[in-house]
C-alpha cells in the first residue's frame, strides 16, 4: 500500500505542476481561468488523498476549502468581473511564451537540485513533495512577472498560494490552523484585488499595467 | 569601579536635571548642572589619581544592562584610569569656565547646552571602560551625539549647519569603520567582550584589517590628515567651554581607542603599523599647523593647532608600537611616556587657551584676530594666562609642552636601535618634520598672541573690552598652573602613569621606579640624558631677570627718537588699522607653502588713480583634503546616488522582477554551495 499512497500523491502533486506550465503559455483569460480550476481541483484531491493515505482527517478540510474557494469560488468570480469589466480577452505577455517555458524548466530544474541534498534526511514523500511545491511557487512568480495584465497577475499570485498549500499538506503534522490562515489571507487578498481591479478598471479604463504605468507621470 | 559608574549616573542625573531645570531660573540652572558637573569630575578625577598612585590594578564589573543575553562588561585598568583622570580633570575646568562663561556671554541664539553639557562627559568617560565593543561602540556614539548637539546649539550662526552636518557625517563614518573593525577582531567565534579579543588573538590579516579600520575610525575622531576637516568646522562652532572639552579631551578618547586596540587587544604587533602611524602623524603635525598659520578665526586656529598636536601624538604612538614591535621595550616605552605626557599636556594647554579665546570672545564678541589687539591692557588676566598657554604650546622650557617634545625626541633619535632600515631613515624624516611643525607652532602662537593681545586695538570692541569675572579666570588659572608645574616637575606625573606604560609596552620608562628622583626627568640609562626643570626655570628666571634690569638700565632711560612718518601708522589713530595684522604674519609663510599646499592664491583689487574706494586684499586657498579626497568622493556618491535613484521609478512588474531574480540567485547560491 505504501507504493500505492506515494505514487498517487506524487502524481497529483505532478499534476499541480503541469498547471503551472499551463498556466504559462495561456494566450486567452477564460482559459486561463480553467486552468487554474483545474490546478486547484488537482490540488484538492492531492489534499484529500494525503488525508485518506495518512488518515489525517483535517486535511478533509484543507481539500474542502480549497475546493470551494480555489476551484469554485474565485475563479466565478474572476469569470465575472472580465465578463463585467469587458476586459479585452487577450494576455499580452511581457516575455515570449518559448522563453517563458525555458524559464520555467530550469526554475524546476533548480528547486529540485536546491531541495533534494537540502533534505537528505526527509522521507522520500517529503523531499519530492517539497521540490514540486517549490517549484509551483517559483512558476506563480515567474507567471506575475511575465504577464502584462492585471488579472493573470492575480492568477499567478493565487497559483502560488498554491504552491504553499501544496507544501503544506505534503508535509505531515503542519497544523490545520496555518492552512485555514494561509487560505483566509489569500481569500482576503483576493478581496483587495478584485476592488483594486474595478477601481483601476473605473479610472483609467484599462487593466493592461503598461497602459496604467504611463499615468503614474514617471520616466520609463 | 563603582565610583566611576556612580559618577556616570550622576553625570546622567545632571543632565536630568538640566533638561528639567531649562524652562526656570537659569542662574539656578547653570549653578546646579556646572557645580554638580565640575564637582562630579572632579571627584572622578581624584580618584582616578589614587587608583593610579595605588599601582593601577584591574577593576571589572559586569551590569545586567543592554541586550538580554548581553550584559554590559565594564572595566578599569591603568590606562583607562589615566584617561579617566585626563577627561574628568578637563571636564571639572570646563565646568568651572563654562559656569562664568554662561554668565558673561549671553548668546540669545544659543540652544540649549546645559542638559547635553553632563551628558557629553559621561559619554567619555563611557568609552573609557566599556570593557566590550557593543558598550564601547554605543558609548562611542553617544559621545559623538551628544557633542553634535552641543555643537548644533549654536545653530543660528551662518557657519554652524554646515560645520553640524559634516561632523555628523564624519562621526557615522567613524563609527562604522570601528564597528567593522571590531567585527573582524572578534572573530567568526562572535564573542565581543575584550577579555576574548584578547585571548583569541586574530590571525594576522584580519589583525591588519581591523588596526587599519581603527586607524581610519578613531583617527576620524582624533582628527589625523586626511580625515580631520570636520574638526576645524565643528570645534570652533560649539560654545567655547565645549570647544575646549572636544578639541582637548574628545580628541584624547580617539586616542585611547587607538592605544586601546593597537597597544593592547591585538597582541604582537606589525611594524608597519607604527610605519603607518609616523607617516600620518607627520603629515597630520605639518599641515595641521601649517593650516592654523593662516587662520584669522581665533577657535578656527585652535582647532587647526589641536589637529597638529594630535600629529605628534599619533608619531609618539607610531613609535612606540614599531619599538615594541622590534622588541626593544625599553625605547618604546619612553615613546609611550612621551605620548600619554603629550595627551596630558594637550589637554591642558587646549582647554586653557579655548577658554581664553571664550573670554576674549565673551569680552569683544568676535574670534576674528583682525578685529582684536592691544587686549593686554583690558584684560591682563587674561592675557597672562594665555600668555602661559601659548608657550607651553609652543614647546618653550621650562613648561610642559617642552617636556613632551623632548621626551619624544629622546625616543626618535634612538631610531637607529631598530632593525628596518626604512624606519632608521624614516624615522630620521619624521622627526624633521615634526621639529619643522614644533617651530611653525611657535610661530602660529606668536601671532595669535601678538595679534589678539598686543599692540593697538583694531575694533572698538577690542578697545572696550573688559575683564572677564572670576570663574572664567579661574578655570583658565588652574590649567595654566598645572602647565608651570608638569614642566618644573614633570616626574611625579610620569611616575604616576608609570603602570599604564607597562601595562602597555610591557616596560617602564624608568630603569627603577622607587630610586627615580623626584626632582628631575632621568628616564631609563639606556639612553643617558636627563632633563632638569627647576634648574632650567631658575635658569630662565635669573636670566630674565638680568635681562630687564639691563634694558631698564641702559635702554628704556635714554631718549627714543622715532620716524615721523612710521610706514603710515598714526598713533592717535583709534583704529589703528594700518598695523601689522594677522595676515601679514603669515604672508611669508602663505607664500612659502601656502601656493603649493592650499592653492592660496593673493588677490589685490587695486582702484584706478583718482577712484576713491579702499584697495582690497583677498586671499583665497582651500584644505587639500577636500579638493583630493572629499569632493571626488562626494561627486562619486552623487553619481551613485543618481543611478540607484532610477531604481524609485520603476514599474510594479520590474520590482516584482527584481525580487524574483533576487531569490533566484540565492537560491542558486544555496545550491552551489552545499554541494
Same mark, same amino acid.
Given at each position: 500500500?505504501? *507504493?500505492?499512497?506515494? *505514487?498517487?500523491?506524487?502524481?497529483?502533486?505532478?499534476?499541480?505542476?503541469?498547471?503551472?506550465?499551463?498556466?504559462?503559455?495561456?494566450?486567452? $483569460?477564460?482559459?486561463?481561468?480553467?486552468?487554474?480550476?483545474?490546478?486547484?481541483?488537482?490540488?484538492?484531491?492531492?489534499?484529500?488523498?494525503?488525508?485518506?493515505?495518512?488518515?489525517?482527517?483535517?486535511?478533509?478540510?484543507?481539500? $474542502?476549502?480549497?475546493?470551494?474557494?480555489?476551484?469554485?469560488?474565485?475563479?466565478?468570480?474572476?469569470?465575472?468581473?472580465?465578463?463585467?469589466?469587458?476586459?479585452?480577452?487577450?494576455?499580452?505577455?511581457?516575455?515570449?511564451?518559448?522563453?517563458?517555458?525555458?524559464?520555467?524548466?530550469?526554475?524546476?530544474? $533548480?528547486?529540485?537540485?536546491?531541495? $533534494?541534498?537540502?533534505?537528505?534526511?526527509?522521507?522520500?514523500?517529503?523531499?519530492?513533495?517539497?521540490?514540486?511545491?517549490?517549484?509551483?511557487?517559483?512558476?506563480?512568480?515567474?507567471?506575475?512577472?511575465?504577464?502584462?495584465?492585471?488579472?493573470?497577475?492575480?492568477?499567478?499570485?493565487?497559483?502560488?498560494?498554491?504552491?504553499?498549500?501544496?507544501?503544506?499538506?505534503?508535509?505531515?503534522?503542519?497544523?490545520?490552523?496555518?492552512?485555514?490562515?494561509?487560505?483566509?489571507?489569500?481569500?482576503?487578498?483576493?478581496?483587495?484585488?478584485?476592488?483594486?481591479?474595478?477601481?483601476?478598471?473605473?479610472?483609467? *479604463?484599462?487593466? *493592461?499595467?503598461?497602459?496604467?504605468?504611463?499615468?503614474?507621470?514617471?520616466?520609463? | 569601579?563603582?565610583?566611576?559608574?556612580?559618577?556616570?549616573?550622576?553625570?546622567?542625573?545632571?543632565?536630568?536635571?538640566?533638561?528639567?531645570?531649562?524652562?526656570?531660573?537659569?542662574?539656578?540652572?547653570?549653578?546646579?548642572?556646572?557645580?554638580?558637573?565640575?564637582?562630579?569630575?572632579?571627584?572622578?578625577?581624584?580618584?582616578?589619581?589614587?587608583?593610579?598612585?595605588?599601582?593601577?590594578?584591574?577593576?571589572?564589573?559586569?551590569?545586567?544592562?543592554? !541586550?538580554?543575553?548581553?550584559?554590559?562588561?565594564?572595566?578599569?585598568? +591603568?590606562?583607562?584610569?589615566?584617561?579617566?583622570?585626563?577627561?574628568?580633570?578637563?571636564?571639572?575646568?570646563?565646568?568651572?569656565?563654562?559656569?562664568?562663561?554662561?554668565?558673561?556671554? /549671553?548668546? #540669545?541664539?544659543?540652544?540649549?547646552?546645559?542638559?547635553?553639557?553632563?551628558?557629553?562627559?559621561?559619554?567619555?568617560?563611557?568609552?573609557?571602560?566599556?570593557?566590550?565593543?557593543?558598550?564601547?561602540?554605543?558609548?562611542?556614539?553617544?559621545?559623538?551625539?551628544?557633542?553634535?548637539?552641543?555643537? %548644533?546649539?549654536?545653530?543660528?550662526?551662518?557657519?554652524?549647519?554646515?560645520?553640524?552636518?559634516?561632523?555628523?557625517?564624519?562621526?557615522?563614518?567613524?563609527?562604522?569603520?570601528?564597528?567593522?573593525?571590531?567585527?573582524?577582531?572578534?572573530?567568526?567565534?562572535?564573542?565581543?567582550?575584550?577579555?576574548?579579543?584578547?585571548?583569541?588573538?586574530?590571525?594576522?590579516?584580519?589583525?591588519?584589517?581591523?588596526?587599519?579600520?581603527?586607524?581610519?575610525?578613531?583617527?576620524?575622531?582624533?582628527?589625523?590628515? #586626511?580625515?580631520?576637516?570636520?574638526? #576645524?568646522?565643528?570645534?570652533?562652532?560649539?560654545?567655547?567651554?565645549?570647544?575646549?572639552?572636544?578639541?582637548?579631551?574628545?580628541?584624547?578618547?580617539?586616542?585611547?581607542?587607538?592605544? /586601546?586596540?593597537?597597544?593592547? %587587544?591585538?597582541?604582537?604587533?606589525?611594524?608597519?603599523?607604527?610605519?603607518?602611524?609616523?607617516?600620518?602623524?607627520?603629515?597630520?603635525?605639518?599641515?595641521?599647523?601649517?593650516?592654523?598659520?593662516?587662520?584669522?578665526?581665533?577657535?578656527?586656529?585652535?582647532?587647526?593647532? =589641536?589637529?597638529?598636536?594630535?600629529?605628534?601624538?599619533?608619531?609618539?604612538?607610531?613609535?612606540?608600537?614599531?619599538?615594541?614591535?622590534? +622588541?626593544?621595550?625599553?625605547?618604546?616605552?619612553?615613546?609611550?611616556?612621551?605620548?600619554?605626557?603629550?595627551?596630558?599636556?594637550?589637554? !591642558?594647554?587646549?582647554?586653557?587657551?579655548?577658554?581664553?579665546?571664550?573670554?576674549?570672545?565673551?569680552?569683544?564678541?568676535?574670534?576674528?584676530?583682525?578685529?582684536?589687539?592691544?587686549?593686554?591692557?583690558?584684560?591682563?588676566?587674561?592675557?597672562?594666562?594665555?600668555?602661559?598657554?601659548?608657550?607651553?604650546?609652543?614647546?618653550?622650557?621650562?613648561?610642559?609642552?617642552?617636556?613632551?617634545?623632548?621626551?619624544?625626541?629622546?625616543?626618535?633619535?634612538?631610531?637607529?636601535?631598530?632593525?628596518?632600515?626604512?624606519?632608521?631613515?624614516?624615522?630620521?624624516?619624521?622627526?624633521?618634520?615634526?621639529?619643522?611643525?614644533?617651530?611653525?607652532?611657535?610661530?602660529?602662537?606668536?601671532?595669535?598672541?601678538?595679534?589678539?593681545?598686543?599692540?593697538?586695538?583694531?575694533?572698538?570692541?577690542?578697545?572696550?573690552?573688559?575683564?572677564?569675572?572670576?570663574?572664567?579666570?579661574?578655570?583658565?588659572?588652574?590649567?595654566?598652573?598645572?602647565?608651570?608645574?608638569?614642566?618644573?616637575?614633570?616626574?611625579?606625573?610620569?611616575?604616576?602613569?608609570?603602570?599604564?606604560? /607597562?601595562?602597555?609596552?610591557?616596560?617602564?620608562?624608568?630603569?627603577?621606579?622607587?630610586?627615580?628622583?623626584?626632582?628631575? %626627568?632621568?628616564?631609563?640609562?639606556?639612553?643617558?640624558?636627563?632633563?632638569?626643570?627647576?634648574?632650567?626655570?631658575?635658569?630662565?628666571?635669573?636670566?630674565?631677570?638680568?635681562?630687564?634690569?639691563?634694558?631698564?638700565?641702559?635702554?628704556?632711560?635714554?631718549?627714543?627718537?622715532?620716524?615721523?612718518?612710521?610706514?603710515?601708522?598714526?598713533?592717535?589713530?583709534?583704529?589703528?588699522?594700518?598695523?601689522?595684522?594677522?595676515? +601679514?604674519?603669515?604672508?611669508?609663510?602663505?607664500?612659502?607653502?601656502?601656493?603649493?599646499?592650499?592653492?592660496?592664491?593673493?588677490?589685490?583689487?587695486?582702484?584706478?588713480?583718482?577712484?576713491?574706494?579702499?584697495?582690497?586684499?583677498?586671499? =583665497?586657498?582651500?584644505? #587639500?583634503?577636500?579638493?583630493?579626497?572629499?569632493?571626488?568622493?562626494?561627486?562619486?556618491?552623487?553619481?551613485?546616488?543618481?543611478?540607484?535613484?532610477?531604481?524609485?521609478?520603476?514599474?510594479? /512588474?520590474?520590482?516584482?522582477?527584481?525580487?524574483?531574480?533576487?531569490?533566484?540567485?540565492?537560491?542558486?547560491?544555496?545550491?552551489?554551495?552545499?554541494?
Amino acid at each position: 500500500m505504501p *507504493d500505492i499512497a506515494y *505514487d498517487a500523491s506524487h502524481l497529483l502533486g505532478a499534476v499541480v505542476l503541469l498547471m503551472s506550465f499551463a498556466l504559462l503559455y495561456q494566450r486567452r $483569460l477564460f482559459s486561463l481561468l480553467n486552468v487554474f480550476t483545474l490546478q486547484a481541483l488537482a490540488l484538492s484531491a492531492a489534499a484529500a488523498w494525503q488525508g485518506y493515505a495518512h488518515g489525517e482527517p483535517h486535511l478533509y478540510v484543507t481539500a $474542502l476549502l480549497t475546493l470551494t474557494l480555489k476551484a469554485i469560488v474565485m475563479p466565478l468570480a474572476l469569470h465575472r468581473i472580465i465578463v463585467k469589466l469587458n476586459i479585452q480577452r487577450a494576455i499580452e505577455p511581457a516575455l515570449s511564451i518559448g522563453l517563458t517555458m525555458v524559464a520555467g524548466v530550469s526554475l524546476v530544474t $533548480l528547486s529540485i537540485l536546491l531541495v $533534494l541534498p537540502v533534505t537528505a534526511e526527509a522521507t522520500a514523500l517529503t523531499r519530492e513533495n517539497l521540490a514540486l511545491s517549490l517549484s509551483v511557487v517559483l512558476l506563480g512568480l515567474l507567471m506575475m512577472i511575465s504577464r502584462r495584465n492585471a488579472v493573470s497577475q492575480v492568477v499567478g499570485f493565487m497559483s502560488i498560494e498554491n504552491g504553499l498549500i501544496l507544501a503544506a499538506v505534503g508535509v505531515a503534522g503542519m497544523p490545520l490552523v496555518v492552512e485555514m490562515s494561509v487560505a483566509f489571507s489569500v481569500m482576503v487578498a483576493f478581496i483587495v484585488f478584485g476592488i483594486f481591479l474595478f477601481h483601476i478598471r473605473e479610472r483609467f *479604463d484599462t487593466l *493592461d499595467m503598461q497602459e496604467i504605468e504611463s499615468f503614474r507621470g514617471e520616466h520609463r | 569601579m563603582a565610583l566611576v559608574v556612580t559618577a556616570i549616573a550622576l553625570l546622567l542625573l545632571l543632565a536630568a536635571a538640566g533638561l528639567a531645570t531649562a524652562r526656570s531660573s537659569r542662574a539656578h540652572a547653570e549653578a546646579l548642572v556646572y557645580g554638580g558637573t565640575g564637582v562630579v569630575c572632579g571627584l572622578a578625577a581624584l580618584w582616578a589619581v589614587a587608583h593610579l598612585a595605588g599601582g593601577g590594578g584591574t577593576e571589572t564589573l559586569v551590569l545586567p544592562v543592554g !541586550l538580554p543575553w548581553l550584559s554590559a562588561h565594564l572595566r578599569v585598568d +591603568s590606562l583607562s584610569a589615566f584617561f579617566l583622570l585626563v577627561i574628568n580633570f578637563g571636564g571639572a575646568t570646563a565646568s568651572l569656565f563654562g559656569w562664568g562663561y554662561g554668565n558673561a556671554h /549671553r548668546d #540669545p541664539g544659543a540652544g540649549p547646552v546645559l542638559p547635553l553639557f553632563p551628558l557629553f562627559l559621561a559619554g567619555m568617560n563611557l568609552v573609557l571602560i566599556a570593557d566590550d565593543a557593543f558598550v564601547f561602540l554605543v558609548s562611542w556614539e553617544f559621545m559623538s551625539l551628544a557633542s553634535w548637539l552641543l555643537v %548644533l546649539s549654536t545653530h543660528r550662526e551662518a557657519e554652524t549647519p554646515r560645520a553640524a552636518r559634516v561632523y555628523l557625517v564624519m562621526a557615522s563614518f567613524g563609527t562604522a569603520c570601528l564597528l567593522l573593525a571590531f567585527g573582524l577582531l572578534a572573530g567568526a567565534h562572535g564573542d565581543y567582550s575584550f577579555t576574548a579579543i584578547r585571548a583569541h588573538a586574530p590571525e594576522a590579516g584580519a589583525a591588519a584589517a581591523g588596526v587599519l579600520l581603527v586607524l581610519v575610525g578613531a583617527g576620524s575622531k582624533a582628527g589625523v590628515v #586626511p580625515l580631520h576637516v570636520w574638526l #576645524p568646522l565643528a570645534h570652533p562652532a560649539a560654545p567655547s567651554h565645549v570647544s575646549a572639552l572636544m578639541s582637548g579631551v574628545m580628541t584624547k578618547v580617539a586616542i585611547y581607542a587607538i592605544i /586601546r586596540v593597537t597597544f593592547d %587587544l591585538i597582541g604582537q604587533p606589525q611594524w608597519w603599523w607604527g610605519g603607518i602611524l609616523l607617516a600620518f602623524g607627520a603629515l597630520t603635525a605639518v599641515m595641521g599647523v601649517l593650516y592654523a598659520l593662516m587662520q584669522d578665526d581665533m577657535k578656527r586656529l585652535l582647532a587647526y593647532s =589641536t589637529v597638529e598636536n594630535i600629529g605628534a601624538i599619533v608619531i609618539a604612538l607610531g613609535l612606540a608600537l614599531v619599538f615594541k614591535a622590534s +622588541s626593544v621595550p625599553v625605547i618604546a616605552a619612553l615613546a609611550m611616556s612621551a605620548a600619554l605626557l603629550h595627551v596630558v599636556n594637550h589637554s !591642558l594647554f587646549k582647554t586653557l587657551l579655548f577658554y581664553g579665546a571664550g573670554s576674549v570672545l565673551a569680552a569683544t564678541h568676535t574670534r576674528d584676530l583682525g578685529r582684536m589687539g592691544g587686549l593686554i591692557h583690558r584684560m591682563p588676566a587674561t592675557a597672562f594666562l594665555m600668555l602661559i598657554g601659548a608657550a607651553a604650546i609652543s614647546a618653550l622650557p621650562p613648561l610642559n609642552g617642552f617636556v613632551g617634545e623632548w621626551l619624544l625626541f629622546q625616543a626618535i633619535l634612538n631610531a637607529p636601535a631598530l632593525p628596518q632600515w626604512a624606519l632608521k631613515i624614516g624615522i630620521a624624516v619624521v622627526g624633521a618634520a615634526l621639529a619643522l611643525a614644533t617651530a611653525l607652532a611657535a610661530a602660529c602662537f606668536v601671532r595669535l598672541y601678538g595679534t589678539a593681545f598686543l599692540g593697538r586695538p583694531r575694533s572698538a570692541a577690542a578697545a572696550q573690552a573688559h575683564e572677564t569675572n572670576r570663574a572664567m579666570t579661574l578655570g583658565m588659572a588652574v590649567p595654566a598652573a598645572l602647565c608651570v608645574v608638569i614642566g618644573v616637575l614633570p616626574t611625579p606625573l610620569i611616575r604616576l602613569f608609570e603602570p599604564a606604560t /607597562r601595562l602597555l609596552v610591557e616596560a617602564g620608562p624608568f630603569d627603577d621606579r622607587a630610586l627615580q628622583p623626584w626632582i628631575r %626627568l632621568a628616564p631609563t640609562s639606556a639612553i643617558g640624558n636627563s632633563y632638569n626643570g627647576l634648574v632650567m626655570l631658575v635658569t630662565i628666571a635669573i636670566l630674565s631677570v638680568l635681562l630687564v634690569l639691563v634694558i631698564h638700565r641702559w635702554a628704556s632711560a635714554r631718549v627714543r627718537r622715532s620716524e615721523p612718518w612710521g610706514c603710515g601708522f598714526a598713533d592717535p589713530d583709534p583704529q589703528a588699522v594700518s598695523q601689522y595684522t594677522a595676515s +601679514s604674519f603669515a604672508q611669508p609663510i602663505r607664500r612659502a607653502f601656502g601656493s603649493t599646499v592650499f592653492a592660496a592664491k593673493d588677490h589685490v583689487d587695486m582702484p584706478e588713480p583718482g577712484d576713491t574706494r579702499p584697495a582690497r586684499l583677498t586671499v =583665497t586657498m582651500i584644505d #587639500p583634503a577636500w579638493g583630493w579626497l572629499f569632493r571626488p568622493v562626494g561627486r562619486a556618491v552623487d553619481r551613485a546616488a543618481d543611478v540607484i535613484n532610477r531604481l524609485q521609478f520603476l514599474t510594479i /512588474r520590474r520590482y516584482l522582477t527584481l525580487m524574483f531574480l533576487a531569490l533566484v540567485v540565492l537560491l542558486v547560491m544555496v545550491a552551489v554551495t552545499q554541494r
